[in-house]
């Protein structure tokens, strides 16, 4: 079993790859992956495959080198992540997340 930590499956040049993809995460034994949000206009899409998939999560946050994006305030982050499903909180991190 393996987790990938951080990918960007939301990306639009993976769109019409995804269902191939997942199959072959699944033969690589891939079994959970972890999509990292970059910014918040896309975090719609990010949540939108945590909740299509059970094996994929997703964060909520902005990546420091995102260009034209504003800083969400720590309430829409905590809003965002409290999206309906599991959610997680890390510590060290503050890592924000929800899965579908």
Do not use: K, Q
């Not at 964060?59 to 992540?81: F, K, R, S, Y």
């Amino acid at each position: 079993m393996y987790v990938d930590s951080h990918c960007h499956l939301d990306f639009p040049e993976f769109a019409a790859e995804l269902p191939g993809l997942l199959d072959a995460m699944a033969v690589a034994r891939v079994t959970h992956a972890l999509c990292i949000s970059v910014n918040l206009p896309d975090w719609p899409a990010v949540h939108a495959l945590a909740v299509a998939h059970p094996n994929l999560y997703a964060t909520v946050g902005v990546h420091p080198d995102a260009e034209n994006t504003t800083e969400p305030t720590v309430d829409t982050l905590v809003e965002l992540a409290a999206r309906p499903g599991r959610r997680h909180r890390g510590n060290g991190a503050r890592l924000l997340s929800a899965r579908g």
